[in-house]
């Protein structure tokens, strides 16, 4: 997608969502709304959406820094399409979500490949920067695993197996099944992503 065209989708959000009860949509998305701007954790760090502009910023942001446009989008999208459903527990792959198989092998490259590039032949780094981004460790899942809370009610749950010197190491990012309900096809795609690279950033500095 380029920028013009999540320009407009950041638009098409807003003007939606003008259309909607606040103090609703703060109910079904989980957000928080003091009558003038929803707040909700969003990759572990708060995030502020003012009404009726529908602008998204970080609440601890800093000089100069921008919330990105993408992430924009996606937060909008996010609010847009809440159903009021928790994360389940039903994990599934990203080829499980409608119109997910169409997508499935750009997503293993972009996200999954990634993962266990940067982290399967280095043990216990994924452990150190899943805390980070607010990961809760799941060891009974693979060799390395955490499920983090991205936002209020989606669930993303990422899986590693080590590689040795037989087999290359695997990565695998899993979504609580209920993410359909919240977003389009698309959308979980990047945010899937996001994770995962965001999750590589601050092992960068581990």
Known sequence: MR???YKNAQILAAQELREKDPAQIAALSGAEWDGKTFSFKFMNRL???SAPDYVVAWADQKE???????DGVLALHYLLGAKGLEPQGELVAYRQIPGGEFYHHAFHRRAEIPLAQVFGHK???FSKAAP???GLARPEMGDEAAIFRVLPHIDILLLLRHGDEEFEPDGQVLFDKTVAQ???IEDVAWLGSA???RLMGL???L
């Open 182 to 184: 919240y977003l389009n």
């Open 195 to 197: 994770v995962v690279y």
């Open 64 to 70: 100069g820094e921008e919330f990105s446009l993408t």
């Open 123 to 125: 043990p216990g780094l």
């Open 132 to 134: 980070l981004l607010g």
């Open 203 to 205: 092992a960068r500095g």
């Open 3 to 5: 920028v013009d065209d």
């Open 47 to 49: 995030a502020l959406v």
